[in-house]
């Protein structure tokens, strides 16, 4: 029997209860054209900083769902946003310079579902019983991420993806 002509690739895919996990070298946010799945619909991005740096800059900036006040200066603004995955891997660009916390989901996030209230060990259940798919943590750009999904299969055929390979530790 012949020998395969290319070595197998060595998967370094971790297991932490019901997600399956990897980690980045050095990256930024497009690496997720390569990561997220178009046939799951919904991002949420969690506690984005439009402003990393703390100081007062000038925006529009809404005071209620339906009140905006114009040209205020703000500091530290963190927001939750949700959208479609085609949405967001369209405006990609816009997120380069950031760091971000972003859950893949198959379906919006709940009104009711707030993170910081939910005991200590049961985010990961709570997440998934709500459609999460996988969790992509980079804390800066240009820094080491993680990748946790529900899918070890998944994160298999990612890591089949060169421009994917050649960042996994």
Known sequence: MLAPLLPALAVNISRNMS?????????????????????????????????????????DFPISPSEYMKDVEIRCPIVDIQMTTDRFLSNIGMFEPHGLELIQLTRKVPNGLWPQSIPEGALDNVLIKNGMFLRFSLPHECEVAQLQCVSEEYLEKLVEIPAIRELVL
Do not use: G
Request: hydrophobic share 45%; charged share 15%; with cysteine.
């Open 19 to 59: 997600l399956f996990t990897i980690n980045f070298d050095s990256c930024s946010a497009s690496i997720l054209t390569h990561v997220l799945n178009p046939e799951i619909e919904y991002v949420w991005l969690q506690q984005h900083m439009p402003n990393s740096r703390l100081e007062w800059w000038k925006a």
